[in-house]
C-alpha cells in the first residue's frame, strides 16, 4: 500500500484490484513507453532494463490475488527480462523461481527438458533448457513473463512444464500485445492467462498507444 501511495494511485478499502493495478501500468506505459517499428514496445525505463521494484511489487501482490488458492509453488520464466519481474512476484507466493536458459549449442546429456524459442524481438531461434533437477510432477507452475506478442515463449514454458509431468496453473503477463495473437492462442487452450495491461494498438508514427479494458 506504501508503494501504491508512493506512486499515487488510490485504492478502495484495501483492496488493490485489477482495474488500478492495470491503470497504474497503462499511465507508465503512456508516459515512458516507446512505441517502435516492428510492433515493438519499449519500456526499457521501468520494465527491461532500469527496474521499477515499486511497480513490480504492486504486479506481484496482483498475481498473487488472482491466483489466490492455486497452491503455487513453482515460478517459471525466461531469461532474461522475465526474471525481475518473477523474483519480486515470488516473494508474494513464497515459492522459488526457475528461469529457462536459453542457449544456442545444446548439449543433450539427459539432464534437462528442451524446447525452442524464436524471439519476437531478436528474430533468432533458441533451445531454452531446464534442469530437471528443478522441475518435477509435484509442481504446480505459474509463468510469469514481461510481454506476450506471438506467444512463442509461453508456448515454449507450456512445452517445459509438460516434458517435467508438472502442472501449469497459469500464465501471468505484464504486457500483452492484444493485437497479436499469443493471448487468443493461450486463452483458447484453456489456459488461466492474467495480463496487466493488454494493448490493444500502438502506432509507431504518432507514438499513440491505446489499451483493451
Ligand atoms: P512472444 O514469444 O510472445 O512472441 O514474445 C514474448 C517475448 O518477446 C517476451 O519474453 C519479451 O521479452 C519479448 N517481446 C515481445 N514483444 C515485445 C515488445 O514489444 N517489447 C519488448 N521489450 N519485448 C518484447
Known sequence: ME????????????????????????DRIKKDGLVKAGNILKVDSFLNHRMDIALFNEMGKEWKRLFDGERINKILTIEASGIGIACIAAQYFDCPVVFAKKTQSLNLDGDVYTSKVTSFTKKKTYDIIVSKKFLGPDDRVLIIDDFLANGCAVQGLLELIKEAGATAV???????????????????????????????SMDDVTGEITFRH
Not at 508503494?3 to 497503462?26: C, D, P, Q, S, W
Not at 500464465?171 to 490493444?200: C, P, T, W, Y
Open 3 to 26: 508503494n501504491a501511495r508512493k506512486l499515487g494511485y488510490n485504492y478502495f478499502y484495501g483492496i488493490f484490484n485489477t482495474e488500478v493495478i492495470m491503470k497504474l501500468l497503462e
Open 170 to 200: 497459469g500464465v501471468g503477463i505484464a504486457i500483452e500485445k492484444g493485437f497479436q495473437d499469443g493471448g487468443k492462442m493461450i486463452r483458447d487452450n484453456g489456459i488461466h492467462l492474467e495480463s496487466l495491461a493488454i494493448v490493444e
